[in-house]
């Protein structure tokens, strides 16, 4: 047993649970530093040791950062190399490694942010996760917060969902690339389009964990009201989640909305969410910040044309040619959630978004031609075959050497 482990014997066999529950803290800034000093430590970066590809992410959540690790071990499966899950979920940091020590990896992927990456490298123990490790963040303002840089020390290298990630987290403490996130036409291309509730309709998509100010539903409504008043043919969707948790906005929400505006907040499987996008005439996204925008990016590939506001993540596959781009100025950062604080976001011009939805709902094969041109952008910038091409090499690599040992493993007796 290690110094540290009998230090921690000791204090648990003599200090009172009370005094223990004093000291947390004290005691945790402490734990968390032992785990970044742990974890810069050499770890077998070079890949030498080998072993499978790994992806540690929360892989039931609802949530982006859980979509993302589904989706990078899905475009992996989908090229043919194996992949092994590991899922985080609960992860924390303890003076102990948890269970067995993991075996060696060619690539450890952390689909998880710096905290919570930090914080599974403490429960798995730091010295035991061998092998090159990548961390796969997002962040949705214009500057990561000053720890993440510090803690990118943690891995040999972080990626980013996009331009505008890679340029929040300037002087980290490691290198960045961007690899945006894979989708699968697959997916989309049998989607049955759920029925329409008016003749036109626009639909918009928010999670309330994910703060009501950044996603700007308000602006939403004000853009379609604009374009529409009172006209019961036209009709916008506000699909919104996790409202209970929050019901003061909710309840703000409500109240702004008109007759011809309805507000569903519901935990939905995925297939109704993609159904109720691929049977509206337009997905409206005025969003004040996105590290990434895969709703967006999801409405393309099912042919539903977007209007969202020029800034930000999206603007890595959305332009003027697959979509219609609302321009927007800045304006300092207001979250009555008190999910986001400081710095700058956009402000879209609604009045120019209300013109857009005038125009789709008046000229239907402008729609037309944006639904065409979003599918083939997907297909460029977004299939796994171009996802691919945005790894490093030696992850590369080490996927070919994957795929070549699972090929020449003997076949399993059912």
Do not use: C
């Not at 430590?41 to 070079?46: C, L, V, Y």
């Amino acid at each position: 047993m290690s110094l540290l482990g009998q230090a921690r014997r000791v204090w648990r066999g003599l200090a009172p649970e009370g005094v223990r529950r004093l000291a947390q803290p004290i005691l945790a800034p402490m734990l968390e530093a032992h785990v970044r000093r742990q974890a810069r430590k050499p770890h077998g970066a070079d890949g030498a040791a080998g072993g499978p590809i790994r992806i540690v992410g929360y892989f039931e959540g609802s949530h982006g950062i859980a979509a993302s690790a589904r989706l990078a071990a899905r475009a992996f499966e989908a090229l043919g190399v194996p992949v092994e899950r590991m899922d985080a979920a609960g992860a924390a940091f303890s003076w102990a490694p948890a269970g067995p020590a993991p075996s060696p990896a060619s690539a450890w992927i952390f689909h998880l942010n710096a905290p919570e990456m930090l914080a599974a490298l403490g429960q798995m123990g730091p010295r035991r996760v061998v092998g090159p490790r990548y961390g796969y963040w997002a962040w949705e303002l214009p500057r990561a917060p000053k720890p993440w840089l510090s803690d990118a020390a943690v891995a040999d290298e972080v990626w980013v969902p996009s331009r505008y990630v890679a340029q929040s987290l300037a002087g980290a403490r490691a290198p960045v690339r961007v690899v945006p996130h894979p989708l699968f036409l697959e997916d989309y291309a049998e989607v049955v389009p759920a029925p329409k509730r008016a003749a036109f309709q626009a639909v918009a998509l928010f999670d309330f964990n994910s703060s009501a100010a950044r996603k700007n539903p308000q602006g939403a409504i004000a853009a379609f009201v604009q374009a529409f008043g009172a006209d019961p043919a036209a009709r916008l969707v506000l699909k919104t989640q996790n409202g209970a948790l929050h019901p003061q906005a909710l309840a703000a929400l409500r109240r702004g909305a008109p007759d011809n505006v309805d507000i569903i907040d519901a935990s939905w499987p995925y297939s109704q969410v993609k159904a109720l996008i691929a049977g509206s005439d337009v997905l409206l996204s005025l969003h004040r910040a996105e590290g990434f925008g895969l709703t967006p990016a999801e409405a393309l590939a099912l042919g539903t044309p977007v209007i969202a506001t020029d800034w930000s993540g999206v603007s890595d596959f959305l332009d003027s040619s697959v979509a219609i781009m609302v321009p927007a100025g800045r304006t300092p950062v207001d979250d009555p959630q008190g999910i986001y604080r400081g710095q700058e976001w956009a402000e879209p011009d609604t009045a120019f978004a209300a013109r857009a939805l005038t125009e789709l709902r008046d000229d239907p094969a402008r729609g037309r031609s944006l639904a065409a041109a979003g599918r083939r952008r997907v297909t460029e910038r977004l299939s796994p075959q171009a996802w691919f091409t945005t790894l490093p090499e030696a992850v590369k690599a080490a996927a070919m050497r994957a795929v070549g040992e699972h090929k020449r493993a003997p076949a399993r007796s059912v």
